[in-house]
């Protein structure tokens, strides 16, 4: 099952890699969300130094969104959602396969996001490893909870307004923790980080199992 | 053997639906009388301690209407269950009503109380808050239209993590704010009147009935509504058979 | 009695609200009845159990 899910993932890493949207388009586009912002809070550079941790989550979540809807897509197109089940692969398989696929990407685009923060907003990181244990978990749970409800959504019309109402209270979770968890990696608020990574990685745990409980469900039956 | 012919009326009311409505416009007739003229005002809170007859009740209501829901959805997934399936989705559908009346009356209380609208530090406020998107959400997946097997099964799972991540939300939320301003458990800590307390029971049957009324009706006219389109699609078959019977049985 | 407009307004709403949903219910159930024929009204009298 494994080896499935490691060729769904690379698969799905192998279409982006040649259509290129996520370099061209989404991560240009979390840029932009950071300029923005910039030009909303600059004038009070103590402000945007406090808002960097929400700012930076914040936009991951858009992020999220379109890299789910993506990955959905993915599939729905020319019938290859039901090509997957005829050709054997284990709906589980699909979704782990997906699910990293789709954090790949977003941690690829968190990379990016991190060196626009130090740059932008001066921010000074004093626990790069607190930084990045908290993508890498983060990341999981949004990848986990995107891809079960990207393919809930998926092959359904309007489908592209109803995924951020269905997934981003889900994921409040990790907004709140992962947020927390920079703002001690910042040293912008006295709390203990690591402690919240304890939360994001029950997130996550709880939202991998749901998925590959529940994908078969959705793949089959609608 | 035929059966004697049916007498249903032409709308989605009966007897039960008329007794359990009188009720409820007898209980809060009741309420009204009891909340805003024996209840005594309360010490700290004044008069708009009165809110919490109609707020509790809202409150206890959402979380029985999406506790129904999603124990039907998962009813649905293990058992295809079209009875929880509608079940799921009526109860959904007033819970929602319930939630948003909760967060309404919740901060109408809250501005006379403690001078705000809004408090983010209330651990129960935000995790309703949240509660309310996700079935709103819940709702939209079911109005998507498509094939009534697959809606129900998309639904389903979409009660089914809500339920599940409700309790990390909530949790996450409860960490977040290690303060709330919500009111400690009023009911354990016997800071309320004897009549207070009694009519917020009261509150909580009266709605409770609502309910139930409300679920009668609502299921009715989901049941309605399949009957709509499973006739539609008999007459269209119907129809096209008509069609290749008609162009000499060689379809 | 003290903070009458907010208690005017919680109950206001929430009776209001709860009435229309109640009238709006009744309202869609008679919409939908006169459409189905007699015998499949309701859950309990349809041949079919699914």
């Not at chain 1, 951020?164 to 910042?186: E, N, S």
């Not at chain 2, 959904?92 to 609208?117: D, H, K």
């Not at chain 2, 009660?159 to 919500?182: F, M, Q």
């Not at chain 3, 009238?23 to 189905?36: D, E, I, P, T, Y």
Request: glycine share 8%; net charge negative.
């Amino acid at each position: 099952m494994l080896r499935d899910a490691w060729l769904v993932a690379a698969k799905d890493l192998q279409i982006e890699w040649r259509s290129r949207v996520t370099f061209s388009q989404v991560v240009p586009f979390a840029g932009l969300v950071l300029v923005l912002f910039g030009f909303a809070l600059d004038a009070n550079r103590p402000v945007l130094l406090q808002a960097t941790s929400g700012l930076f989550w914040v936009t991951i979540m858009f992020v999220s969104t379109l890299a789910v809807q993506r990955s959905t897509s993915i599939e729905t197109t020319d019938g290859a959602r039901r090509a997957l089940l005829l050709a054997g692969v284990e709906p589980p398989a699909v979704f782990v396969g997906k699910s990293i696929a789709v954090a790949v990407q977003l941690f690829a685009v968190e990379i990016v996001l991190l060196a626009g923060v130090v740059v932008l907003y001066s921010a000074d990181v004093e626990a790069w490893g607190l930084v990045f244990a908290t993508c890498l978990v983060a990341t999981v749970g949004i990848a986990a909870a995107g891809t079960l409800l990207g393919a809930l959504v998926a092959g359904v019309r309007a489908r592209e307004t109803v995924l951020p109402i269905l997934l981003l209270p889900v994921l409040a979770p990790v907004l709140i923790g992962a947020t927390r968890a920079f703002d001690d990696a910042l040293g912008s608020v006295a709390v203990d980080g690591w402690s919240w990574l304890g939360l994001l990685a029950g997130f996550g745990v709880i939202n991998v199992v749901l998925g590959a409980l529940s994908y078969g469900v959705l793949l089959e039956e609608t | 053997m035929t059966n004697p012919p049916l007498d249903l009326p032409a709308h989605t009311g009966s007897r039960t639906t008329q007794v359990l409505g009188a009720a409820v416009l007898v209980g809060v007739a009741t309420m009204i009388l009891l909340g805003f003229f024996v209840a005594p005002e309360d010490d700290l809170m004044a008069d708009s301690v009165r809110m919490i007859f109609v707020h509790v009740p809202s409150a206890i209501l959402t979380y029985v209407a999406f506790s129904v829901t999603a124990v039907g959805s998962v009813m649905w997934l293990w058992k295809r269950s079209v009875w929880w399936d509608i079940v799921a989705h009526s109860s959904a559908e007033i819970g929602v009503v319930f939630c948003g009346l909760t967060l309404i009356t919740g901060s109408i209380w809250g501005r006379p109380t403690w001078n705000t609208y809004w408090e983010w530090g209330d651990v129960r406020l935000v995790t309703t808050l949240i509660l309310f998107v996700m079935m709103i959400g819940y709702l939209a997946v079911r109005s998507m239209g498509g094939d009534e097997s697959a809606v129900a099964t998309r639904a389903a799972v979409v009660g089914v993590i809500a339920a599940i991540n409700i309790p990390i939300i909530n949790r996450s939320v409860e960490w977040w704010a290690d303060r709330t301003l919500h009111q400690q458990s009023s009911i354990t800590d016997g800071k309320l009147e004897d009549w207070t307390l009694f009519t917020m029971f009261l509150g909580i049957v009266v709605w409770g009935v609502f309910y139930t009324w409300s679920m009668t009706h609502r299921f009715r006219i989901a049941w309605l509504e399949r009957e709509l389109r499973d006739g539609d699609l008999d007459e269209a078959i119907a129809a096209r058979r008509a069609e290749a019977a008609a162009s000499g049985g060689v379809s | 009695m003290t903070h009458l407009g907010y208690l005017l307004a919680g109950w206001g709403i929430t009776l209001g609200a709860l009435g229309i949903y109640a009238f709006r219910l009744a309202v869609r159930g008679r919409s939908l009845a006169v459409r189905v024929p007699v015998e499949r009204r309701r859950w309990m009298t349809s041949e079919d159990d699914s």
